[in-house]
C-alpha cells in the first residue's frame, strides 16, 4: 500500500518555463512533508520541507504548497534551469521530530528541463 | 567534512554468498538509516539506529541484520544473499538542528546474481 504516490514518472519542461512535480498522500498521520532530489549515481538531497501548519513553503526558486483537505502537495520550480533535471522524491513523516519518525518516500519523478 | 561515505561502491555477489554493507559519517549525528532503491518503489527502509547501541527494523528488513558499531559507523549484513536484494542501498543520518534533513551516502550499487 502506496502511503505517497508520484503518479507522473516523468516530466519534461523548456529551460525558464515552470515546473510542477505534484504528490499524493493517504495517511493522515503524516504532518511534515519534504522533497529530496536526486542526481544520478549519488545519494537525494534535501530540497525543501513544509508543515501541515503551512499551506506554502518557499525557497528561492523553489515553493512548495500544501492541501490539507486534498491531501496533495506541489513543488513549483520557476524559472526551471538544466541543472535542475534530476529525480524528485517527495517524503512524508507522522512528525514531532526524533530519529524514530520514518520518512515514507514516493515512488520519484524524472524532471527533464530542455534548453 | 566527508559526510557521510559508504563501501563499496558497487559489488556483484552469487546467490548465497554473504557481504557486508560499511557506513560512516562524521557530521557527529546521533541516528543512522538503511534504505533500499528500487525501480517504481522509491526508497524503503529496513532498519535504523536512534542511537549508539540501539537498531530497529523499518519497512522491509527480512534478510538482513545491522550493527551500530560506534557513533560513526552502520553496518549492514547480507547473511545470505537473493536476487530479490538486487538494489541501490543508500545510508543516511541525521541529528543537527534541523532533524527532518536526513544526509545520504552517495549508495552501493549491488547485483546478486
Known amino acids: 500500500d502506496q502511503q505517497v504516490k508520484q503518479n507522473s514518472p516523468s516530466l519534461s519542461v523548456q529551460e525558464g518555463r515552470i515546473s510542477i512535480l505534484n504528490c499524493d498522500y493517504t495517511?493522515?498521520?503524516?504532518?511534515?512533508f519534504l522533497w529530496y532530489k536526486k542526481y544520478p549515481a549519488e545519494g537525494p538531497t534535501f530540497l525543501i520541507s513544509i508543515s501541515s501548519i503551512k499551506d506554502k513553503n518557499e525557497d528561492g526558486r523553489f515553493t512548495v504548497f500544501l492541501n490539507k483537505s486534498a491531501k496533495h502537495l506541489s513543488l513549483h520550480i520557476v524559472p526551471s534551469q538544466p541543472g535542475d533535471s534530476a529525480v524528485y522524491f517527495c517524503a512524508a513523516t507522522p512528525g514531532g521530530g526524533g530519529a524514530t519518525n520514518k520518512l515514507i518516500f514516493g515512488t520519484g519523478t524524472l524532471l527533464a528541463v530542455q534548453p | 567534512n566527508a559526510g557521510v561515505t559508504q563501501t563499496p561502491k558497487f559489488q556483484v555477489l552469487k546467490t548465497g554468498q554473504s557481504m557486508t554493507l560499511q557506513c560512516a559519517q562524521d557530521?557527529?549525528?546521533?541516528?543512522m538509516y538503511w534504505y533500499r532503491q528500487d525501480p517504481g518503489m522509491g526508497l524503503r527502509l529496513i532498519y535504523y539506529?536512534?542511537?549508539?547501541?540501539?537498531?530497529d527494523k523499518g519497512e522491509v528488513p527480512n534478510g538482513y541484520n545491522v550493527s551500530r558499531l560506534n557513533k560513526r559507523e552502520f553496518s549492514l549484513r547480507l547473511e545470505s544473499a537473493a536476487p530479490s536484494q538486487t538494489s541501490v542501498y543508500f545510508c543516511a543520518s541525521v541529528g543537527g538542528g534541523a532533524w527532518e534533513t536526513q544526509y545520504f551516502g552517495p549508495g552501493t550499487r549491488l547485483l546478486v546474481l
Open positions: 495517511n493522515s498521520m503524516f504532518d511534515y
Open positions: 539506529s536512534a542511537s549508539e547501541g540501539t537498531t
Open positions: 557530521m557527529n549525528h546521533n541516528s
